[in-house]
């Protein structure tokens, strides 16, 4: 099964760290956290003002530890198949702050992908179809993940991808 996902974070060009995760799978399931141990006067005025802004309420149950995030992501992403795969748009910090939850790669759970497949990268070899616009929201690590979903399938419908991974036009 894929799963399309996106992370928002604070970086520093030498720590990344989680805000939040949201992950959409092809099935429509849904998966949304954010972090209760991030530091938020580490974040630059962008962080601030995009993403910080747009969190819910810190009451709210959405609201956990990394450890928590981290047993349910993978319990999430793994009840339905053995080998999930992972789908971001510029993904490589995403998968940076995904395998970070364990600490760092090698602590990943071996059945967790060691890589996230690049939705621009796939965007651009399917020649640039027109993608659905930006939704009101963007930013939020959830909406951002519904809405690869939704690229990934403006590709699909010039370039599909089967079950192993091949290109078909």
């Not at 080998?83 to 990943?108: I, N, S, T």
């Not at 059945?111 to 939704?135: C, D, V």
Request: charged content about 25%.
């Amino acid at each position: 099964m894929r799963y399309f996902y996106d992370t928002e974070f604070i970086e520093n060009g030498t720590t990344i760290d989680l805000v939040s995760i949201g992950i959409v799978g092809e099935d429509g399931s849904e998966y949304y956290a954010v972090s209760t141990e991030f530091d938020s006067t580490k974040a630059n005025a962008w962080v601030r003002e995009n993403v910080l802004a747009k969190l819910p309420n810190p009451q709210d149950s959405v609201w956990k530890s990394k450890d928590t995030i981290r047993d349910e992501v993978h319990a999430f992403i793994t009840k339905r198949v053995a080998r999930p795969e992972l789908w971001a748009w510029v993904g490589a910090y995403d998968h940076v702050v995904f395998a970070q939850l364990w600490g760092d790669m090698a602590a990943m759970p071996k059945n967790l992908p060691r890589f996230t497949h690049e939705l621009k990268q796939y965007w651009e070899i399917a020649g640039r179809p027109s993608l659905p616009e930006s939704p009101d929201g963007n930013h939020d690590a959830l909406v951002d993940a519904r809405h690869n979903l939704e690229k990934f399938k403006a590709c699909m419908k010039v370039m599909p991808i089967d079950g192993r991974g091949r290109a078909h036009r």
